[in-house]
């Protein structure tokens, strides 16, 4: 049986020493590469805070939206009439008593 022969066993790599010029554009493009990764990762920071202020916000909109449309619900009872006419605007039953404090000392 015939050993293999290396199809390849005939090229024959020579080393040269690269350029000054070469070896400062590598450097430069790798300079570049993590100047550039750098302020991709701080770009991801101030997102994610973003992101994190905007759930917080969308959170209390939603509670506050669960309220309005509560309150909405509840608009057309009579207990709320009365509750918004005494709460909000300060009227009085007129069937109910009202007591004033006595401010003058004796």
Known sequence: MAAKRNP???IRIVYRRSSVLL???????VV??????????ISIQ???????QLQSQINSLSQENQRLTKRIAE????ESIQRI???????VNPNG?????NTSAD
């Open 23 to 29: 070896k400062c554009a590598v450097l430069t493009a």
């Open 75 to 78: 608009l057309g009872t009579v």
């Open 32 to 41: 570049l590469s993590i100047a550039a990764l750098t302020i991709i990762r």
């Open 8 to 10: 390849f066993s005939h």
């Open 85 to 91: 006419a005494t709460e909000e605007l300060g009227l």
């Open 46 to 52: 101030n997102t994610k805070s973003v992101q994190e």
């Open 97 to 101: 008593q009202f007591f004033t404090p």
